[in-house]
């Protein structure tokens, strides 16, 4: 059996380093495993490697083969299961995402009209239900929905079942994408004609492979000025680094598109009806016949760079019939080595229904994923959770919503059946529930069920739980990963206008169960509540939230930055603790080296001979991971330092494990501060995209904050400009920028590395510091 790999994000603040278990296998699986936060969960790569290495391992404890479990698949699960899709919508901003989601309830006869992101009838796209979502024009939280597609197969129509999730583009919102991706077995990635990929679509990618969530690729808007698909999958090539080839060539571009030619069965598509509703297919006009016959040879030269069947028919110098290059194309796509991109215009009503016969052709369906859980009852072994109705139900609650009924958790059924008034149990705190409700959503309505199967979403009230938590009948004690949670980047003290009557309280705790990316903690020293998150806009959601759903006004202070602290030089320390209050007193020794780390604190020993007993070593490393916890420059967290101790000494009475604890605290105190402590700060990649006139004004901006421009991508209208940047001069600049663009720019944040602050930000900070501390001993 192939063991198990744990991948955890780097150094804290590592906002995009994946943290989710994944098995060796041979089609195309996800390996759940526990909660995010559990504590053994740093464990798992040893437990898990020498688990699977070990000849005591039960013979069941084996990983089953995808092909192994599709044979075993009851014909009635197996029709339900190759007719549904859950599949998720993600993009870079504003690349039409809801727009396009809005377009598919509608030709899916689930919303009798359709409403825009920012229409004029003030009524809003169905899946931004809130009202913040409809004033801003942007997507907040991510909505579930279900629809039906009848797609027509050989003369026959088949009904497929899709549930749907839409989700933010903002950065500032990425724990929604995460955890959408987390229970989805497929995507849509959609592309803007015009700008391409963009610097949050390299994001989503990363999400997605995280996940392994295979994709196909929408290129919407090609009714705008300056579309140019072309360019944008050459893109999805280069920048994305995935196979990608066109199954379609647009009839006319811009304001004259007309529809799609398919190149596959070398057939147009035209849309007719007030809303593109009625598809008519017509030969395909001469002058498209040559680039028609160029773009399918350059997907069949593709397929045959991914695909092995399509490669021996290539090698033959023979052609593959359309029902090859489709079967292709699927077997490239869930196996994550391809991705095929479709184009048209969502607002135009022009190609969508292609994009919905293309997830019921190249995305997988539920049966056709492989899952995997770990069993606690046996040391953690991974088991295979196959999507049979007739096994003990497992599910994993991804999402919780204060609902107007209560807290609304969702939940995606890996394993059996959720059936409404059964008892239900967290695997995390072993809490037993009894389903009192089960729901279906669509957007922020519902609909009553009382059972759903395996491989579906549903919802349901009054479960108390965390996001990430497990969920069986009692039967098993299995557990999956939750999704990755990034770190906080941005914090802001905060406070009620006025006296909190409670209200105050309710929202933070809600908002910390319902994101966790949003953090809040009490600073001791400034007496203040702080709240931490991925951005400013993220945190001024969350404030407005406070204001218009619980009628609590807030005033925020200045934004905060996640300094760190690290050491230059390696010093060596001894340090004795020493205190005699009559009777038995403290007395602790302990000698050795501390020097710089790559990355994250590492304690070490190399005590001999028991000069420090074990007891007394832990203790002296839980004062050691005590004092990183809050540095000595300038109170923040210790980043890459290492302890090693190798000498010391105790007193037969007089020393214990506070002894050592305090000696580990102070020792490693002393000594940073002889090792060139320097203080670190948060460097951000930063994206700005703005039309061509603004270039120079955007670049003279970005090099007053002394940033480093890696890379410019020039378009037919606007260009995108990255660069490098501290978080601390990136404060504000939202209001900048806007005033020197005309408000037409736009930009995102994303956490890189840390790096050495400049020394005169570093003297400040300091100073601040030791002024607090005089402060405070007054």
């Known amino acids: 059996m192939s063991p198990l790999r744990t991948l955890v994000g780097g150094v804290a603040h590592a906002v995009f380093a994946p943290a989710c278990v994944r098995a060796s296998r041979p089609l195309f699986a996800r390996v759940p495993a526990r909660n995010h936060f559990s504590k ?99 997507t907040i939280q991510s909505a579930a929905t279900y629809c039906d597609w009848d797609k027509v197969e050989n003369g026959d129509t088949k009904k497929y079942h899709f549930n749907l999730i839409d989700t933010p583009g903002h950065i500032d919102f990425t724990i929604e994408v995460e955890r959408a991706l987390r229970v989805l077995d497929g995507a849509v990635l959609v592309v803007c004609a015009v700008s391409g990929v963009q610097s949050q679509t390299i994001t989503v990618d990363r999400q997605m492979r995280r996940y392994d969530v295979p994709r196909i690729t929408f290129i919407n808007k090609m009714d705008r000025m300056g579309a140019n698909p072309w360019r944008a999958i050459e893109q999805v090539n280069q920048k994305l680094k995935i196979a990608a080839a066109a199954v379609q060539v647009p009839i006319g571009r811009e304001e004259n598109l007309d529809g799609v030619v398919d190149i596959i069965n070398r057939k147009a598509l035209y849309h007719e009806g007030d809303r593109g509703e009625i598809i008519v297919e017509k030969s395909v006009p001469e002058e498209l016949q040559d680039i028609v016959e160029e773009k399918r040879s350059v997907l069949i030269e593709t397929l045959a760079d991914v695909d092995d069947e399509i490669a021996e028919i290539y090698l033959n110098e023979e052609v593959p019939t359309p029902e090859q290059i489709v079967a292709a194309i699927r077997r490239a796509t869930i196996s994550r080595k391809f991705t095929p ?27 056709e994923v492989s899952n995997v859980a770990l069993d606690l009852s046996r040391s953690e072994a991974p088991v295979n959770l196959p999507p049979y109705s007739n096994l003990p139900f497992v599910g994993l609650a991804f999402k919780l919503e204060e609902g107007k009924f209560g807290q609304l958790t969702y939940v995606r059924v890996y ?19 009894k389903l009192a409700r089960l729901v279906r959503m669509h957007s922020n309505e519902m609909e009553d069920v009382t059972e759903v199967h395996s491989g579906e979403i549903c919802a349901t009230f009054g479960v108390d739980c965390s996001s990430g938590d497990t969920f069986t009948d009692g039967e098993l004690s299995y557990a999956m990963t939750s999704m990755f949670v990034p770190e906080p980047v941005i914090s802001l003290s905060i406070s009620p206008k006025s006296r909190d009557n409670g209200n105050f309280s309710k929202a933070i705790n809600r908002f910390q169960k319902e994101d966790p990316t949003f953090r809040v903690h009490f600073d001791s020293e400034s007496k203040e509540t702080v709240i931490s998150g991925m951005g400013e806009l993220h945190l001024e959601i969350y404030v407005e939230r406070m204001r218009r759903e619980y009628n609590v006004d807030c005033v925020t202070g200045m934004p905060q930055v996640a300094y760190r602290e690290a ?24 000698m050795g080296i501390l020097s710089p780390a790559d990355a994250e604190n590492g304690f070490e020993s190399e005590i ?44 037969v009475v007089d020393s214990s494990e506070l002894s050592f604890r305090t000696a580990g605290y102070w020792g490693f105190r002393e000594a940073f501060m002889r090792a060139r402590p320097i203080v670190l700060e948060p460097i951000m990649d930063v994206a700005i995209t703005a039309p061509l006139e603004f270039q120079g004004s955007v670049i003279g901006l970005m090099n007053k904050r ?46 890189k590395h840390y790096a050495q602050a400049p020394p005169q930000l570093q003297k400040d900070l300091v100073a601040e510091f030791q002024k607090k501390l005089k402060e405070k001993q007054n």
């Open 608 to 651: 001999v001979g028991g000069k420090i007993p074990e007891k007394y070593l832990a203790a002296v490393q839980k004062g050691f991971e005590e004092a990183c916890e809050k540095g000595p420059l300038i109170g923040h967290k210790v980043l890459g330092a290492r302890m090693l101790v190798n000498d010391g000494a105790i007193h």
């Open 40 to 138: 053994q969960f740093a464990r798992l790569q040893s437990s898990a490697a020498a688990e699977a290495e070990s000849d005591e391992t039960e013979p069941d404890a084996e990983l089953q083969s995808q092909e192994e479990i599709l044979a075993k698949l009851a014909p009635e699960d197996a029709q339900r299961l190759s007719l549904m899709r859950n599949i998720g919508v993600s993009a870079h901003i504003d690349s039409g995402k809801t727009t396009f989601t809005e377009r598919v309830l509608y030709y899916t006869g689930r919303i009798k009209a359709i409403h825009e992101v920012r229409g004029k009838d003030n009524v809003g796209a169905k899946m931004d239900s809130m009202d913040l979502e409809r004033e801003k024009g942007i």
């Open 415 to 433: 394993q059996g059946m959720i059936k409404k008034g059964m008892n239900i149990v967290n695997t995390r705190t072993g809490k037993r529930t």
């Open 341 to 367: 991109v479709l184009m048209g215009s969502a607002l135009a009503n022009k190609s969508v229904q292609p994009v919905l016969d293309a997830v019921c052709d190249y995305l997988p369906n539920p049966s």
């Open 706 to 751: 002394n940033a480093t421009i890696t890379d410019t991508d020039v378009g037919s209208d606007e260009f995108t400009l990255h660069a490098e940047c501290s978080l601390n001069q990136m404060f504000g600049f939202a209001t900048i920028l806007r005033a020197n663009t005309q408000g037409k720019g736009e930009f995102t944040l994303e956490f």
């Open 567 to 590: 050491i230059l030089d390696e010093v060596t320390f001894d340090y004795t603790h020493k205190r005699q209050s009559g009777g038995a007193g403290q007395y602790a020794k302990v």
